[in-house]
């Protein structure tokens, strides 16, 4: 493999010492060499001020890659849904979104805190709603109700294991919000990995969706940055929002160059990503005690280690000790998110592991039950 650290003295890790196996996220990345060079040659200006010629042209070229009229650079995902959150509704309005979703669990009420939005969430098995399930949760205007205001769609599925919406799914959800005058934001975090997973472009799967948020800083790589895409009046709205939320941030060129590489030489890879979750997955669901729930898609498997007898505290602890990262998120559910800092060598380091914490478990167990 070529070097992608920096040479030392510019941080990064150090490749020649054991490191662990991080697989806790894909925001865990680390920025690459040409990252890292195109952030100190990157050229700079105040943004706040729209002359930041990096900045802009990041702007430019995700609008582009979306289809849509425009673009907002904005330092993380959570910004970039509540701005769209903020951008789609008023006060005293519910937004219909999964009942797993990022925006409802993850970013601290701040549909309720920033929009005076409450959220209505659809339980679903697999993180994928269908338009039956959201036309009969959708409130006219009536003397007991909030109207709903928006449809917030999440793709791929973060806690549902990373499943993706079909184009034509997706699709059916903006034709019938759009009938009934609702927006669609898509939380698109880790749209590319969708798009890779159908075979599509990301501007052909999130089409009809009024406003799109993606992250640079997960499978993509980059060390910061989240975009909103939209209509050019939407986002020059936007841009108000984001610098009401502390958002404005002057020479980002530095990290704007950054997401530029992010964004067009990275989405190519997602597909070893998929490969490397595939073969954790199918190994995963074979060991005793551990059940994958969830059909693995992207990069993301969710499992189940209750057969174990283990918390997923204990279960974490003991793959630490082998120098493995992954982490319970609820219940007897873990998580492990495959990237490119997670080599497929690693991935197989990982398995070494999961199989001896799993085989450990079960030996006790059975210890545990002749006495
Ligand atoms: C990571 C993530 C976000 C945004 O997270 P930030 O940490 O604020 O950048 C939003 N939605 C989903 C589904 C995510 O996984």
């Known amino acids: 493999m070529k070097a992608r650290f920096a040479p030392h003295g510019l941080g990064g890790a150090d490749p020649s010492q054991t490191h662990l ?3 806790r996220s894909d925001t865990v990345t680390r920025p690459t060499l040409a990252m890292r060079r195109a952030m100190a040659e990157a050229e700079v200006g105040d943004d706040v001020y729209g002359e930041d010629p990096t900045v802009n ?9 979306f289809a849509k009229e425009a673009g907002l650079f904005v330092p993380t995902g959570t910004m970039g849904n509540t701005i769209a959150v903020k951008l789609h509704t008023q006060h005293g309005q519910e937004v219909i979104c999964e009942a797993r979703s990022h925006v409802f669990n993850y970013e601290l009420a701040m549909m309720a805190w920033f929009s005076g939005c409450l ?28 109207p709903t205001g928006l449809v917030e769609i999440e793709n791929t599925h973060n ?20 009938e009934l005058g609702l927006k669609v934001h898509l939380d698109g975090a880790r749209v590319f990995n969708a798009a890779t997973f159908l075979c599509r472009t990301v501007a052909e799967i999130t089409a009809r969706c009024d406003t799109v948020m993606f992250c640079l800083s997960k499978g993509l790589g980059a060390p910061v940055g989240s975009l909103l895409v939209g209509t050019a009046k939407d986002i020059a709205r936007g841009r108000l929002y984001r610098k009401r939320l502390g958002g404005g941030m002057r020479q980002v060129g530095v990290l704007a160059a950054a997401g530029l590489i992010a964004l067009e030489e990275m989405p190519a890879r997602l597909g070893q990503d998929h490969e490397h979750a ?4 199918g190994a995963l669901s074979r060991m005793e005690g551990i059940q994958v729930p969830h059909k693995v898609q992207t990069n ?23 120098g ?44 545990g039950s002749e006495a």
């Open 21 to 23: 196996v991080d697989l």
């Open 57 to 65: 042209r990041l702007e430019q070229r995700a609008a582009e890659v």
């Open 119 to 146: 959220a209505r969430p659809i339980r679903t098995q697999d993180g994928i709603l269908t338009w039956d399930e959201i036309l009969p949760e959708v409130r006219p205007m009536h003397s007991h109700y909030a």
């Open 159 to 178: 806690m549902a294991g990373g499943s993706v919406y079909s184009a034509e799914a997706l699709n059916k959800i903006c034709d019938g919000a759009h």
């Open 278 to 281: 595939q073969l954790l997955a």
């Open 300 to 322: 993301i498997v969710v499992f189940d280690i209750g057969g174990t007898g283990l918390t997923t505290a204990e279960f974490s602890a003991r793959l630490k000790s082998r």
């Open 324 to 367: 493995v990262l992954i982490n319970g998120i609820g219940g007897t559910r873990m998580r492990l998110v495959t990237h490119l800092d997670a080599s497929r060598e690693d991935c197989e380091r990982a398995l070494t592991a999961l199989a001896e914490v799993a085989a450990g478990a079960a030996a006790n167990a059975s210890k």
